[in-house]
């Protein structure tokens, strides 16, 4: 069974809204904090290709993911207390 997310299609011309500038900002930090802890296990050993991490190492990076997904948006909730879709996700 296929999933199908949904989502509001925006006119072409429409400028973006601010939350489609955080979650790009969002987007591209989460990346940051993959790339940044694949470098220090990467890059420590010449040679060494992205498949033959282990799973204690990928856990370790969606841990840092997760770390600055849960920053930015404490961050952001913290300065405009507008309930979001996606803050309901630090409640629950």
């Known amino acids: 069974m296929e999933h199908k997310r949904k989502t509001e299609a ?3 011309n429409k400028p973006p809204t ?3 500038i ?3 900002e ?3 930090a989460c990346a940051r904090a993959a790339a940044a802890y694949l470098k220090t296990r990467i890059a420590t050993t010449p040679g060494r290709e ?3 991490l282990t799973l204690p190492e990928m856990v370790n990076m969606s841990h840092a993911i997760e770390a600055k997904w849960i920053q930015m948006v404490s961050q952001r909730k913290s300065a405009a207390p507008v309930a979001r879709e996606y803050e309901n996700l630090l409640i629950g």
């Open 22 to 24: 955080f979650l790009t």
């Open 50 to 52: 992205i498949r033959t």
């Open 18 to 20: 601010e939350d489609d």
């Open 26 to 28: 969002l987007h591209d």
């Open 10 to 12: 925006r006119e072409p």
